[in-house]
């Protein structure tokens, strides 16, 4: 009976972030929907982002915004494939995603390369909150152009 409560409790949570309103950033050359309790804030690199998670302090996003080529966009996902954990990775012309655990911290870094740039989006998460976070992370994923 208990873990049918805190199963219980884990997919309400899930449910009710999963129902967050959700913005859409245009800017720096990428779109961008994320759910409303993550809010820019400023960053002391022109180049990169912030997002802070006003609902968890655990969960952190940035998107990186350099210029490039596309060799050196190749060559980034060759250095990322190169971490250990790695759990998925997936190339396409010109975007990539991998996913690798390192410390029982979940990294999400999900590129593209356009007009010249490459944008990264940079997600780190606890794994203990893999479950409740990863419904939400497809829909930011996607959304990522």
């Known amino acids: 009976m208990k873990y049918l409560f805190v199963l219980a409790l884990s997919l309400s949570s899930v449910l ?6 959700w913005n859409t950033y245009s800017q720096n050359g ?34 990186e915004n350099k210029p490039t080529d596309k ?11 190169g971490n ?3 759990t998925y990775k997936l190339i396409k012309d010109t975007v990539y995603t991998v996913i690798y655990t390192t410390d029982n911290i979940v990294n999400y870094h999900k590129s593209f390369f356009s007009n010249g740039s490459v944008h990264s989006l ?18 930011i994923g996607r959304s990522f152009k």
């Open 84 to 86: 250990s954990g790695i």
């Open 16 to 21: 009710l972030n999963a129902q967050s309103n």
């Open 122 to 139: 940079i997600i780190s998460y606890p794994n203990k909150q893999k479950t409740q976070f990863d419904l939400i992370l497809q829909r």
């Open 71 to 81: 060799l050196s966009f190749n060559s980034k996902y060759i250095t990322e494939i």
């Open 30 to 63: 990428y779109n961008i929907e994320l759910p409303d309790y993550f809010l820019p804030v400023k960053s002391d690199d022109a180049t990169t982002d912030v997002f802070t998670n006003t609902e968890n302090k655990d969960i952190t996003l940035k998107i």
